[in-house]
């Protein structure tokens, strides 16, 4: 009747033991970062940080579609392939391409080789100038279509997987409003690129082309730059190449939108920060000496009651 | 050839009873009918992601389709026994490998013109548009590099023990050649010396599986093949089928059928 009682009352210990060690684990977990179950998402939950590689993945294969699948492999030279040509045409990543980006196949090994590149896209081509198979003279612009919008599905799923990257959306927006006209999506897409990585220099920068090139609002354009200026890590002195190259769009777009509003002092403020960037910064000196020339003759000044 | 199409006959009748074609098609259409439905950015014309998704869906239908109904044909017949009533009959061992290797091909062909067709209806259901030529070139391509698959798994399911042995070899070689075949040459190029002249020697010897894969030019709407390249290239299979179900009879006439 002891032992009953013994094995009983240890049992109800064991029970109590363990829902009170369940019930302090549960609220551990609810707080732990690194708890998949806070989200619906499925992506979040089976796969986690990993689809952070998949986005990174599907970002390059937009690029393929914009080349129509003529594009290196791991065994082919990638040194004109460096950063992705849908970027750089966009003027929104650093270029750091370098070599024959039409002859990364180099000419063929043996017989064999000449054969197989029947069978395979073997002829560099842009998505924006036309694509695979179109009479086009490469790098010609005017002669694209809308071809370019097969790119977007797979920024989208980039964009999907790997939130914080975000050339994803500024590539989107770019070809959104330059070849498809679709600048309320560009603009939906670069808020969307905003709400996880708020105040990103890159996005705000696009933003504002939204505003100056397809909307013709210079005012809210100048804002927007004006506070990617600001926020942008292209002043210090550790600022990596492309938050420079981001840095020098941004002061360019504001120089010339400061000339475009006979604004001539904010324009050379500008172009002297262009300058400071500018791998070669003769030009721009020579520009701000016309600019300080036109100011000295008085012509294009901007009467002092309509300085901003 | 009159045994030989007979025993054709009933290895597609096998695959008109069995279920995986159809399990296949139901899922590849049900994928791709899935994927049409998504809308990126307001834009309905965006296409070329489908079509991406529906040849990968039917590359992986035609392999498991292949594949698998060659894999089990000699072993299957041994299991049951039935490879006794059949040799008793008036036929020879080369004539059953010939009718074997008939009956899995033309299934698989005969499935990936059923596959080939509701690609080309995706396709102008989305873009508007048909290149019967090129869809065309792309099938008979398929139907090409599947017979040099079909002859491998036959040649691999008398020399490899077991079914599931030869579906793992058979994939992973098939695998292996579509993905890394084309770079073969360079590897070579980069290696030194012997180990480059013997992978170079391996990229002539390898049945180069990659050469029917025409999938991006599909995909990009790139112009169709030289038809005199597409007819090297069919009969460059050809020759390949031919060799290995030359040495599949080798094996399969000195075989204890035990």
Not at chain 1, 99 to 107: A, K, N, Q, S, V
Not at chain 1, 117 to 141: C, M, V
């Amino acid at each position: 009747m002891k032992g009953r009682w013994t094995g009983a009352l240890c049992a109800a210990a064991l029970l109590v033991g363990g829902a009170g060690l369940a019930a302090r684990l549960d609220s551990w977990f609810l707080q732990w970062a690194g708890n998949r179950a806070k989200t619906l998402n499925p992506l979040d939950v089976f796969v986690g940080q990993g689809q952070r590689l998949f986005g990174a993945h599907f970002y390059r294969k937009a690029d393929v579609y914009f080349h129509s699948g003529f594009y290196p492999s791991i065994f082919d030279n990638n040194e004109a392939f460096q950063t992705e040509h849908m970027a750089a045409d966009a003027d929104i990543a650093h270029d750091r391409n370098s070599g024959d980006e039409e002859e990364f196949l180099g000419g063929p090994r043996d017989l064999f080789d000449r054969f197989s590149r029947h069978f395979f896209p073997s002829q560099h081509t842009h998505l924006n100038e036309g694509g695979a198979g179109q009479n086009h003279q490469h790098g010609a612009p005017g002669h694209g279509d809308q071809q370019v919008r097969e790119i977007l599905p797979w920024l989208q799923i980039a964009a999907t997987l790997d939130p914080e990257l975000p050339e994803t959306y500024t590539v989107a927006a770019y070809w959104l409003r330059e070849r498809m006209g679709k600048d309320r999506e560009a603009e939906q897409f670069l808020r969307q690129g905003l709400r996880n990585l708020p105040n990103h220099p890159q996005l705000l920068f696009e933003l504002g082309r939204v505003y100056r090139e397809s909307r013709n609002d210079p005012a809210r354009a100048r804002n927007l730059w004006r506070h990617a200026s600001r926020v942008s890590p292209g002043w210090k002195e550790d600022a990596t190449p492309q938050d420079q190259f981001i840095l020098l769009q941004i002061e360019s777009r504001l120089a010339k939108l400061a000339e475009d509003q006979k604004d001539l002092p904010a324009a050379i403020a500008h172009w002297q920060n262009v300058a400071r960037f500018s791998p070669g910064p003769e030009h721009v000196f020579e520009h701000i000496a016309q600019l300080r020339q036109r100011m000295a003759n008085g012509t294009n000044a901007v009467p002092f009651f309509l300085q901003p | 050839m009159k045994n030989s199409l007979a025993v054709a006959q009933v290895v597609l009748l096998e695959m008109i009873r069995r279920k995986d074609f159809y399990v296949l098609f139901a899922l590849t259409a049900l994928i791709t009918a899935l994927m049409g439905s998504v809308t990126f950015f307001d834009d309905p014309k965006i296409a070329r992601y489908l079509k991406e998704v529906c040849l990968a869906l039917i590359w992986v239908s035609a392999l498991f389709i292949g594949i698998g109904t060659a894999a089990r044909q000699f072993p299957a017949e041994r299991e049951s026994r039935t490879i006794f009533p059949l040799m008793a009959k008036p036929i020879t061992r080369g004539q059953v490998l010939v009718g074997k290797f008939l009956g899995c091909w033309l299934a698989t062909a005969a499935g990936l013109l059923v596959f080939y067709l509701f690609f080309g209806g995706v396709v102008a259901s989305k873009e508007h548009t048909l290149y019967p030529v090129n869809y065309f070139q792309a099938w008979s391509l398929h139907c090409a590099m599947m017979a040099v698959v079909v002859a491998i798994t036959l040649l691999g399911s008398l020399l490899l023990s077991s079914v599931a042995a030869n579906l793992t070899m058979t994939t992973v070689l098939t695998l292996g050649i579509l993905f890394v075949g084309r770079h073969l040459n360079k590897v070579a190029l980069q290696a030194g010396e012997p180990v480059g002249t013997l992978i170079y020697g391996l990229y002539y010897v390898i049945p180069h599986l990659e050469l029917f894969d025409v999938r991006d030019l599909l995909v990009h709407n790139w112009p169709a093949i030289p038809w005199g390249i597409w007819a090297i290239a069919l009969a460059y299979a050809g020759v390949y089928a031919a060799l290995l179900l030359t040495g599949t009879w080798l094996v399969l006439r000195k075989k204890a059928l035990q």
